[in-house]
């Protein structure tokens, strides 16, 4: 059902306040017909009975007992019987009736004139002291019996519909309490999945509650444990195999040099680009391996740092467009810094096949670092997947050597210094990639 919404905690309030209010209603139907209708019905007897008891002794009396019979009768404030020579019986509009000011009221006021039936004249109601009024006749002569409805009748159902509407209240404010006990705990399994996607170390859940999320909690935590614990495997073993093969590579170039006399000029050029393929490789591995490892963060001018990665890339033969505008320094890992500009003008060098531009600006409380190529770009649904170590897009892996870690390495340096990064388009009416990286300017 579309009206219903998605979330788990907005499904259980929803459905936590619909049975608390159905169940307000059906205690108002079953104290409306169950205890207030036979409280009516029972009272309108009494009072008929009343009436038709007075006047029936009354009409039974001569004039002088009569008189102090009636005299008798109106010695309390509960219960009196009054001439009805100041107001006739006959006139239906006086100043002091009052229309029921409540259904109960109302009701009452018709089943005692059902249960009076002929004996009672007119039947009204005075609100001004919550009394009722019955026109008789004693004999031919008429009579006001009034009749005290506080005693009779309930109060104005206000104080009823006040203490429903705070228990619901408070029901609802319980049920609100309850599904938020519920969701948090879900909200934080949640989000430490979404860091967990990213490929980061999620912060441990708090595994002190209820049995059941207790449980997951404990799982979830057991899981990140052991894909750390397999992280970390990897990662020693990439920089063991890798510090192992660096020994035999240096032999390797070593023969070379010594070999070049005897080979082909072609042939040697070729193996000596092989070699330092291999060797950039095994570099790619150890940077992820070892990144931030061995480094601590140092106050470093942003622009500068930026402007010395470019001019060390330009000596390789590629010199990238600079735009400097960020006159700051952050606390930042020098040597994870150069890694990360050095992995992103690579990749734009490769697979941009164009001008590459290095930008930096500050973007409010950020400083962004980005780097735009002219190359096809990377379609949006694959960027968190070329994220992930040893991924590489279709396109790249046409004769293109590497590893599938270089953007790897760079979230992993972004992320160690609490930073963004984004793959975007270009955006400034040419085609190709835009890699932003935003790092604050506060720790």
Not at 36 to 62: D, S
Not at 132 to 144: A, E, K, S
Not at 149 to 161: I, K, S, T
Request: with cysteine.
């Amino acid at each position: 059902m579309r009206w219903l919404p998605r979330s788990l905690f907005r499904q259980n309030l929803l459905l936590l306040v619909a049975l608390i209010l159905l169940g307000q209603l059906i205690s108002a139907l079953v104290f409306v017909f169950a205890v207030q209708q036979p409280r009516a019905v029972r009272l309108a007897g009494l009072a008929a009975q009343q009436v038709q008891a007075i006047q029936q002794a009354a009409a039974r009396l001569e004039d002088g007992p009569r008189q102090a019979f009636l005299a008798a009768m109106n010695v309390g404030d509960e219960f009196r019987v009054l001439p009805a020579a100041a107001l006739p019986l006959d006139r239906t509009e006086f100043a002091g009736f009052d229309e029921p000011d409540s259904v109960a009221v109302r009701g009452f006021l018709r089943r005692l004139r059902v249960a009076l039936g002929e004996r009672a004249q007119i039947v009204r109601w005075q609100a001004s002291d919550r009394s009722i009024w019955v026109g008789i006749l004693i004999g031919d002569d008429p009579y006001w019996v009034t009749l005290r409805g506080g005693q009779l009748l309930p109060v104005a159902p206000w104080l009823f519909l006040g203490l429903s509407a705070a228990a619901t209240l408070l029901a609802i404010f319980g049920a609100v309490g309850i599904s938020r006990r519920i969701n948090r705990p879900l909200a934080r399994l949640v989000e430490a999945a979404q860091v967990m996607g990213k490929g980061e170390r999620p912060p441990r859940l708090a595994d002190d509650g209820p049995q059941e999320i207790a449980t997951v909690a404990a799982s979830f935590n057991q899981l990140a444990d052991d894909l750390a614990a397999l992280d970390r495997e990897r990662a020693v073993m990439l920089a063991g195999v890798s510090h192992d093969l660096r020994t035999p590579l240096t032999k390797l170039r070593l023969a070379l040099d010594i070999s070049e006399a005897r080979l082909e000029p072609a042939l040697f050029a070729q193996m000596g680009r092989q070699i330092e393929e291999i060797d950039g490789l095994l570099d790619q591995f150890l940077a992820f391996a070892r990144i931030g490892d061995d480094e601590v963060a140092t106050l470093q001018p942003v622009d500068p740092l930026v402007g010395a990665v470019a001019a060390a890339f330009s000596a390789d033969g590629v010199a990238p467009h600079l735009q400097l505008g960020a006159a700051v320094s952050l606390p930042v890992r020098e040597k994870a810094i150069r890694r990360l500009l050095f992995n992103l003008l690579d990749n734009a060098r490769k697979y941009g096949g164009g001008e590459v531009a290095l930008v930096t600006r500050v973007d409010g409380g950020w400083c962004r670092i980005e780097v735009c190529d002219d190359g096809p770009g990377i379609p949006p649904q694959d960027v968190e997947r070329l994220l992930q170590p040893f991924v590489r897009a279709d396109a790249a892996r046409a004769g293109k050597p590497g590893t599938g870690l270089g953007l790897a390495i760079v979230r992993r340096i972004v992320d160690l210094h609490g930073g963004t990064l984004e793959l975007l388009a270009r955006g400034d009416g040419k085609p190709g990639l835009r890699v932003s990286v935003a790092l604050p300017l506060t720790t």
